[in-house]
């Protein structure tokens, strides 16, 4: 294949990956993005098999293991639950890190295959891009890895902080600039290793020390992080599909993270250098030994939304844990028959990434123009009757406006303790991911509900009939 021929259809791939981005931006359009993207993937791999002269011998083994991988990838989002999609993206974003690792230490040790010239007289160009791919692509595997295993519990979700971390932080980033100086100078194997292990350190450090509140900006940052590494190990192969690529999962992850830190009230500085999340947890609040709690049934739950006029409902973790988002579609569908006005107030963090309610609802049929966000839906609060949550714990604590020592202090939440009635279905008053005890529960306009969410929505749908 001509490169020009190449470049067209590197350039076609490239655009449907910015039409996929598109599509993804909104729930209402999502399916037709992942159409665009995998067309343009299929486009791209097509192509790339197309270009390589002489690789009868070894294709045969990449066609194995591109099989292998596809059956694996197909068997695994068939399988996998939505309660579990967070910890897959952390999983999906390590594997992405640890291939650019694997074409960096290709590249690196046989650089006459990939035209970057012979061991020990490399490109400068080239090694500089191979280490920055290589770093990158080592920092957001052992993030990943990290991420994957706080989101599944595996891992304590709290902050794990020491004196001097930042300074360490700075002190591994530094080190790792002057060794890439000193590979391009010398062209050392030993300078080479060191820059991917002391990454490897880095990404770990960096994930640590941040809470469980802020996990859905990792998962966001993680996936900059990865799209970057992309980036540079396509420089070292120059090849215009994988830097077209990279550079728009890295820019779209980076500007996503941008948004979401600054609806957290958090620095995305920060985010970058791992410096938030590790709050002193001595301050959590100890009200459950100090409030008395209000707590009702599903006869009771049904007899406020009967008489309401309007109801907002506030979906969470919970939600998603318990699968209740059909029976909670089904509550929505009886109180609309009623003549109830019903509207859903996502917050921008609900869940354990960006996005995470919106694709349980949607699953569920919930029509897009009930759905709406923090900032749109905030000021309602205070004129409905009914504030239904069902799941979601931190997103609604009232602490985060109120206590500087709190870990979740400067979060915007959704103003759930203005309705004049809140229904919070939850199973235990333990505390929600960020370890941080939810003052809502003790208010006095507050009736918590002690149950599975599906079986209390369940049970609620049989009493409004």
């Known amino acids: 294949m001509s490169l020009n021929l190449l470049a067209i259809f590197y350039l076609v791939s490239g655009i449907l990956f910015i039409l996929a981005l598109r599509g993804l931006s909104s729930p209402d359009t999502s399916r037709r993005g992942n159409l665009f993207g995998i067309l343009g993937m299929a486009i791209a791999i097509t192509v790339?098999?197309?270009?390589?002269?002489?690789f009868s011998d070894g294709f045969v083994y990449v066609l194995i293991f591109l099989l292998a991988g596809g059956f694996i990838g197909v068997f695994i989002a068939y399988k996998i639950p939505m309660t579990a999609m967070p910890e897959l993206v952390a999983?999906?974003?390590?594997?992405?890190?640890?291939?650019?690792?694997f074409v960096a230490i290709s590249a690196f040790l046989n650089p006459q295959a990939f035209n970057l010239g012979f061991p020990g007289n490399i490109k400068i160009a080239s090694l500089i891009e191979m280490s920055i791919g290589g770093?990158?692509?080592?920092i957001t595997f052992s993030g990943s890895i990290i991420a994957f295993l706080k989101l599944r519990g595996i891992m304590s979700g709290s902050p794990i902080t020491f004196k001097g971390q930042h300074y360490v932080n700075l002190l591994l980033g530094i080190t790792i600039i002057v060794l890439i100086f000193y590979l391009c100078d010398s062209q050392s194997e030993k300078y080479f290793w060191r820059i991917i292990a002391i990454s490897f350190l880095l990404g770990l450090l960096l994930i640590i020390p941040i809470g469980g509140a802020d996990m859905p900006v990792?998962?966001?940052?993680?996936?900059?992080?990865?799209?970057?590494?992309?980036?540079?190990?396509?420089?070292?192969l120059e090849n215009s599909a994988l830097i077209i690529t990279g550079a728009l999962v890295g820019s779209s992850g980076a500007i996503l993270s941008y948004i979401m830190c600054k609806g957290m009230n958090r620095?995305?500085?920060?985010?970058?250098l791992g410096g938030f999340g590790g709050t002193d947890q001595a301050s959590l609040s100890n009200n459950k030994d100090k409030k008395p709690v209000?707590?009702?049934?599903a006869e009771d739950a049904a007899f406020l939304m009967k008489n309401a006029s309007s109801v907002i409902i506030v979906p969470g973790y919970g939600m998603a844990v318990a699968q209740a988002q059909h029976s909670l579609k089904e509550m929505v569908d009886s109180l609309k028959k009623n003549g109830i006005k019903v509207s859903y107030a996502i917050h921008p963090v609900a869940g354990r990434m960006p996005g995470h309610m919106n694709v349980l609802l949607a699953e569920a049929n919930v029509p897009y123009?009930?759905?709406?966000?923090?900032?749109?839906i905030n000021n309602d609060f205070a004129n409905a009757d009914v504030a239904f949550v069902i799941g979601a714990n931190d997103v609604t604590n009232p602490i985060a406006k109120t206590?500087?020592?709190?870990?979740?202090?400067?979060?915007?939440?959704?103003?759930v303790e203005k309705c004049k009635s809140v229904l919070f279905v939850k199973r235990s008053l333990s505390p929600g991911y960020a370890g941080v005890d939810n003052e809502l529960f003790y208010r006095d306009n507050t009736l918590m509900l002690f149950a599975d969410a599906k079986k209390m929505t369940e049970e609620i749908v049989k009493n409004l009939d």
């Open 294 to 297: 209000k707590s009702g049934n």
């Open 369 to 376: 123009d009930e759905v709406f966000e923090l900032e749109e």
């Open 91 to 101: 999983g999906f974003h390590s594997l992405v890190g640890l291939a650019a690792v």
């Open 267 to 272: 620095s995305f500085f920060n985010v970058i």
């Open 403 to 415: 206590d500087p020592q709190s870990p979740i202090y400067g979060m915007p939440v959704l103003d």
């Open 48 to 54: 790339t098999f197309l270009s390589i002269g002489n």
């Open 218 to 236: 990792v998962i966001s940052m993680l996936n900059s992080y990865s799209g970057w590494a992309a980036a540079g190990i396509g420089f070292t």
């Open 135 to 138: 770093a990158i692509g080592a």
